[in-house]
């Protein structure tokens, strides 16, 4: 028969293995974020207005 609920053991094993997975997650998207910035910090003046009239869609609505 199933129990409807972990052993304190077992849940605090999975709630470990949770908080590492958020916690590298995290890790990741900050990453991401800070090789974009360094990306974006790299355009030229050209590049970065084309960037953000393609990211507004400005382009499209003339």
Known sequence: ?????L???DFKN??????CDIITR?????????EKINTINNYSREQ???ELLSALKLN???
């Open 1 to 5: 028969m199933l129990k409807p609920y």
């Open 26 to 34: 995290g890790h990741n998207e900050i990453n991401y974020w800070k």
């Open 48 to 50: 970065a207005i084309h």
């Open 60 to 62: 499209e609505k003339n």
């Open 14 to 19: 999975s709630f470990a293995e949770f908080k």
């Open 7 to 9: 052993d304190i053991r």
